[in-house]
Structures are given as C-alpha cells and as structure tokens.
C-alpha cells in the first residue's frame, strides 16, 4: 500500500514556543490531506482539510491561527502549532488522499505526538 | 452535523471468546472504513465497505455495512490476544471526503 510518513514522530517543547509538522506522501501524489488531533483513550477529531496550493479549512472550533497548515505541493503538507501550550500536548496525525492502486483511498501517516511542558 | 457513534466504549473478553462493535451514522453514508489502533500506535486501515448490505470476511473477522448505509458492525470470532487494541469506524459522506471517526471500541483480551 501507499505510504504516508511524519516528521518528527515525537517532540517534545517549551509553552509559548511553535513547533511544525511534515506529512509527505512517499509514493503518490496526495490531492489533500487531512490532519486529525487524538488526545488519550479518545477517537480521532478532525482539525482541517488541506488541499494542494489552497487555503486549508478548518473543522469548527479549530484556530487557524494557530494550526497553520500548509500545502505547498502534491506530496508535502506541514502543520505548524503556534504558540504551543500544554493543552495542545497531543497525537496529531495526518492522512492522504489520493489515487494509490485501483481506487481513491486515504492513507495514514503513523503520528507525531506532541509534548509541550 | 454529522455523527457517527460507536458502541461498546469498552470489551473485555476472555481469548476464545466472540466479540462485536457497532457503528451508526446520523446520516447515510458513501461508505465506511474501520480502523485498527494498538496501544502507543497509529491507525491501521482494515477494510472499506461500500455497497448496501456488503458482507466482507478477512480470517476470523466480519464486517457488514447495512442496508440503509447507515450502520456497520465489525465481528471478531474466537479472539485471540493478538486482537488487543481499539477499534474505530469511520464513515464519508462522499468518497474522497472527510472521514468521521466514532468514538471507538477498545478491546481486552484476558489469555
């Protein structure tokens, strides 16, 4: 199947400082991705749709602001949290879509998770 | 807006045993996905149903779509300690969309 990597897998960071996240798709071309937040025992939210060379959109709730998302180019969309504080401490995870094989699937990458002290 | 829930939150089972998780839609669905997430992992795609009253089989596991499109379930025969993790489904209301994720089923396996 397709493969979908992060970078970094974990980091860990001090409250008031941005940290930023790479989702790239190894062997296809992503048409958009999507970006989830998964906090402890808890399912997978929805934080924005990023589209290639768009504007991302965002699930209600979600500053965009502060989740910047970026989606420079059909393989690479990064999140960027700023001004991180210990309540976005988090496993953040994105997915691509694209065609991969016979039909439109979405791939996951395997998460970054976020510590912010 | 659109929902999806899923139950049992929890299932603890002792190996041998059977186990079930459910998911309903608020609305219909294009299609549903189910998700496979081990403790300090990622999910892990399992499956994707499309068709009204689809049945799929992969080894010991069974997963249905309704006929409405709005519910699936997910049948876990015989489990075995290796079946440990949570268990999401996720439905799209149009392919290529997003997918909303229920809330889970994590399972326990007793040996």
């Known amino acids: 199947g397709a493969v979908v990597s992060q970078h970094p897998s974990w980091v860990i960071c001090k409250s008031g400082t941005s940290v930023k996240i790479e989702c790239r798709s190894l062997?296809?071309?992503?048409?958009?991705m999507f970006w989830y937040r998964q906090f402890p025992k808890q399912s997978l939210m929805l934080m924005a749709t990023?589209?290639?060379?768009?504007?991302?959109?965002?699930e209600q709730g979600v500053e965009k602001d502060k989740f910047l998302i970026n989606h420079a180019s059909l393989t690479l969309s990064t999140l960027t949290v700023t001004s991180a504080h210990p309540e976005d401490s988090s496993f953040y995870i994105c997915?691509?879509?694209?065609?991969?094989?016979?039909?439109?699937?979405?791939?996951f990458g395997p998460g970054t998770r976020l510590t912010v002290l | 807006g659109q929902q999806v829930m899923q139950i049992p939150q929890y299932q603890h089972v002792q190996e041998g045993e059977d186990f079930t998780t459910y998911c309903n839609s608020s609305?219909?669905?294009?299609?549903i996905q189910w998700y496979k997430q081990r403790p300090g992992g990622h999910p892990v795609f399992l499956i994707q149903?499309?068709?009204?009253?689809e049945v799929k089989k992969q080894k010991r596991l069974t997963f249905q779509f309704g006929e409405a499109k709005k519910n699936s379930s997910l049948h876990i025969t015989a489990t075995q300690t290796t079946d440990v993790g949570t268990y999401f489904c996720?439905?799209?209301?149009?392919?290529?969309?997003?997918?909303?994720f229920g809330q889970g089923t994590e399972l326990s396996v007793k040996p």
């Open positions: 997915s691509a879509y694209g065609l991969a094989g016979l039909w439109d699937e979405q791939f």
């Open positions: 062997d296809f071309q992503a048409t958009t």
């Open positions: 990023s589209n290639e060379g768009s504007k991302a959109t965002y």
């Open positions: 609305t219909t669905l294009s299609n």
């Open positions: 149903l499309v068709k009204s009253g």
């Open positions: 996720a439905g799209q209301r149009n392919q290529g969309g997003k997918l909303i």
